[in-house]
């Protein structure tokens, strides 16, 4: 990390805590600590709050572990949705992409990464064996694998797909990647690509 020092360690630790933040460097955490000594007390005060309130009122969900306020998150306790089919993701901003394209009805699985053996990441690491539960207890017909179109995505999918077909054999397993630019980030596809991918998944049977 690199350091602007002010001579004033009161800035210096704002600005530092504004570096460890994905995307920003040196010059916007000054940027930033230098807008919140013009901000009013109030509005200090307020984003300080909103800061320390997703710490204290978030939880996970415990059937998809996506972020959550309650116990079973907005979308598992919708009846609307169809708890048939389940579409695996990487993080929880995957789920907010895939949603945001409004054509997916089912229900989610946040798995929190990958399998990464560089990195000593394993399946125990992952939400995977609470996958495992999902596919055991509930009467599911297909499982959309949707983590990223990167080599440790693909190694992750082809790991799920072979769990699941181990598990049940009538089990639908498909793959959203096609029309996905190689590498990407789900997160940031464009919507259409999104719905595009979606629709046209392809079966790993
Ligand atoms: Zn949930």
Wanted: a negative charge; glycine letters at 4%; hydrophobic letters at 35%.
């Amino acid at each position: 990390m690199s350091q602007i020092n002010s001579s004033l360690p009161s800035i210096d630790r704002l600005v530092e805590a504004f570096q460890r933040l994905p995307g920003i460097g040196p010059k916007s955490a000054q940027r930033l600590t230098y807008h919140l000594i013009k901000m009013k007390r109030e509005e200090s005060a307020e984003l300080a709050s909103a800061a320390l309130g997703i710490k204290d009122n978030l939880t996970t969900c415990e059937i998809c572990f996506n972020i959550s306020e309650k116990s079973q998150c907005s979308i598992c306790s919708d009846n609307e949705r169809n708890s048939q089919i389940i579409c695996v993701v990487e993080e929880p901003l995957n789920v907010l992409a895939i949603e945001r394209s409004k054509i997916f009805k089912g229900l989610y699985h946040v798995l929190y990464g990958v399998i990464s053996p560089v990195d000593a990441i394993g399946p125990d690491n992952l939400k995977i064996s609470e996958l495992t539960q999902r596919i055991k207890n509930n009467e599911i017909k297909e499982i959309i694998i949707a983590t990223n179109p990167t080599l440790r995505g693909e190694a992750t999918a082809s790991y799920i797909r072979d769990m699941v077909l181990e598990l049940d054999k009538s089990v639908e397993i498909s793959r959203l990647a096609r029309g996905l630019p190689s590498g990407s980030d789900i997160e940031y596809v464009d919507d259409s690509t999104l719905v595009h991918a979606l629709n046209s998944r392809s079966s790993l049977k």
